[in-house]
């Protein structure tokens, strides 16, 4: 047994100090991020904030939606392909590259995935995603899918730590997701006892990937815009939202009424709730890692979206990052002890 004596950081544990800056207006502050990808070569512009693939979030309706602004969505894995096939006949490209095909890492995946790429081209990103992406399996369906798709943009994981980010890279991921137990319905941390704080994930990750010329997603929780600030400002290419996106409109959830209120379905991709839905309920030998809540019905994602890259836009003024892309590098964390005033409730 060994212990780790360095403090690892959430989200809650720092602040952004400001610094002085030329800038007058958060409307001078360029969101859209440019990258060419390492292995697939393949370039890709926009703002990226990626929707979490979680059936009560990834929606093709929630893509739609989000592409206005340039933002991605990673559809989540339980579309059929006949569902797969509507859907891109009634989307235009500026759509379609602003997706992510999920998959898990069976042959019946791999089979579905071929099937839906194949009928278009401007389907360009792959997220192969287990809860545990520590698993060798993981890195060799990472090789095979590289193989069968080499200009296609792979993202996988989740995995928290460096060597693992370099281990998929160089299996042939141009992007590596991170985040193990963070989440907003996630129970890993308490069924399991494994996890890693996500801001210092983000860090030691971002800082493995782009020495071998990859990308990370932050992927998980993120409450607040400020989260979302702080995951950039840490080094994360992309970040992925999950229950900050759900509720809407778009997430496509069940909504229930109670008391003359209405509420959306939220629950955890390992849940009981997705397990029952896709699976038959849960296998004896495993235990449910995430739960299912209520949410208040928020309407559409217009405003949520709006609110989320305004958040980030004015961090930059406060730092005087004129693009999101400086942000990291003007990044400097205060550790805090506290955060909001909560005198008159949460915000
Ligand atoms: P959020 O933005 O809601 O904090 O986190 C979203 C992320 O939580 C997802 O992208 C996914 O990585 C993770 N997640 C979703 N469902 C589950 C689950 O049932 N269990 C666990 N451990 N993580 C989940």
Redesign the pocket.
Known sequence: MRIEQDLKLGFKDVLFRPKRSTLKSRSQVELTRDFTFKHSGRQWSGVPIIA???DSVGSFEMAASLAKHGVMTAVHKHYTVADWAEFIKRSDASVLNNVMVSTGTSDADFQKTKDIMAMTDELIFICIDI?NGYSEHLVEYVERVRAEFPDKVISAG?VVTGDMVEELILAGADIVKV?I????????RVKTGVGYPQLSAIIECADAAHGLGGRIIG????ACAGDVAKAFGGGADFV?????LAGHEESNGEVIEKDGKMFMKFY????QS?MDKHSGGVAKYRAA??KTILLPYRGPVENTIQDIMGGVRSTCTYVGAAQLKELTKRTTFIRVQEQENNVFGKE
Not at 181 to 188: A, D, E, K, Q, Y
């Open positions: 979490a693939n979680m809860a989740n985040g137990g963070p989440g907003s319905v996630c129970t890993t992927d998980g929780g993120c992925m939202l999950g229950g900050m955890g991709m390992s849940s997705a890692e995430g």
